[in-house]
C-alpha cells in the first residue's frame, strides 16, 4: 500500500485532506464544480521525498495556456453582453430625447396661428376695462403730435397766419402745465412747435419757471447748412417758397449758412417726437419672433367672419421672456377667456400696453415697473392655438397700431 504523508496532516482522514486541497485551489475552479474532470484546469499534489522521510506536498495549480484564453474568453464574452446591453439603452433614450425635443420644438414654432372664435361680447367687455382705465383725455393728441378737440378731431391750422411774419412770446411754465395744455393756451395745433423751437430733448424734464419761446404760428427752426438753397429747403418740408419768404419776412432768395429759418407748418417726425414727449416703446421681447397677425381688420382665421384685431401677434417659443414696452404702473394682471393669461401697464401721457397669452405672469397689480422689465412669460392660454404673445396699445382710452410707436413692420 502506498504511503504518502502530508506535514501538518499526518493523523488527519483522507477526506480532511481533501477538503483542504480545495479550500486551496478554489481560485482556480471553474463556476461549475461538477466539472472536476475538466482537462482545462488540473490540480494534484506533488509529494517530496526528503532524506529520512517524505517530505509535504506542494500545492500547486497548473494552468494551461488553453485554460487561460477559455477563462479570458468567457470574461470577454460577458463584457460585450453588458456593452449591448447598455448600447441599446443608451440608443432607446437617445431616441426618446430626440422624439421629446422635435415635439417641443415644433410645437413652440408654430406655423401660421388659428384663433377660435373669441366672441364679441368677450372682447367688447375687456375693451371696456381697458377704457375704464384711461387717463382724462386733456392731454389729447394723436400720434403725429395733433392736438384733439373734444370730438378726437384735429385742429384746423390758421394757414392765413402763414402770409405774416412770425413773432414769438415768452411764457414762463407753471406748476401742473403740460406740453399740450400750453400748446392749446396759444393756439397751437402741434406739439412739434413748442418742442422744437425750445429744442426740448425731453418734456418730462420741464420745470416750473422755465421761460419757453412761443412762436405765432405752427413750424419748426431750421438752420441753413452750406450748399442749402431756399427752393430746396422748400422741397424737403414740402412748404411753399412763398410761405418761407413771407414768414421770415425775405425779400429775396438768398440765405447763408448758419441762419436760421422758420418753416411754418413743418412738424417733427414720429420718432422724433415720441422721443421728446418720452414715448419710445420698446419691442416687448428680445428673442426672435414672426409677427403673425397685424393691426386692424381682417377675416377671423376661425371663423372666416370680417373682425377687428385689437392689436400685433407675436409667435415665439412658449416660455420666451416678456419685458414691459415702456415705465408705468401695473393696472391689472388677470384672466379673460380671449386673451387667457394677461397683464395691462399703464403709461405716461395717456398710454396703455396690454400683454395676453401669457404662460405665467411676474407682474402684480399696482407695480410700478420700469422699462424692459420682465412681467411674464409667453405662452397659449386663452382662445390660441399656438404660443404667442398678443400686444395691444391704448391712447387715451383708443385702439392705436402698436407698430406705429414700436417701429416695427
Known sequence: MEI????????????????FRTRLTAPFHTHDRTREHDSSLVYHFTAIETRHSFAAAAVRPQISFRSILNFFGRTVDKIQSHVRIIAVAVMFMSVSC??????TYFTSHT????????????????????SSFAMDGSEGYNDSGDILDDNGNTSVITESLFKKPVTFKTYKVAAGDTISGITRKFGLTNLSTIIAVNDIDNVRAMYSGQKLRIPSVDGLIYTVKPGNSLAGISAKYTIPLE??????????????????????????????LHEALGDMF???LTASFRLTSPFGWRSDPFTGVRSFHTGIDM????????????????LTAGWSNVFGNYVIITHPNGYQTLYGHMSKVFARKGQAV???????LVGSTGYSTGPHLHFTVYKNGRLIDPRTVLRIH
Not at 111 to 130: A, C, I, Q
Open 315 to 330: 409667435a415665439c417659443p412658449v416660455g420666451t421672456s416678456i419685458y414691459a414696452s415702456m415705465a408705468g404702473t401695473v
Open 111 to 130: 406655423g401660421p396661428l388659428r384663433f377660435r372664435d373669441s366672441g364679441k361680447t368677450e372682447l367688447e367687455t375687456l375693451d371696456k376695462v381697458m
Open 282 to 284: 420698446k419691442i416687448p
Open 370 to 376: 420700469n422699462q424692459g422689465m420682465c412681467i411674464g
Open 4 to 19: 504518502i504523508s502530508y506535514v501538518g496532516f499526518e493523523n488527519k482522514s483522507h477526506n480532511k485532506i481533501r477538503s
Open 98 to 103: 430626440g422624439v421629446v425635443f422635435l415635439y
Open 243 to 272: 410761405d418761407i419768404l413771407d414768414v421770415n419776412d425775405l425779400s429775396s432768395q438768398t440765405i447763408m449758412a448758419g441762419q436760421q429759418l422758420f418753416i411754418p407748418g413743418a412738424k417733427l417726425n414720429t420718432s422724433e
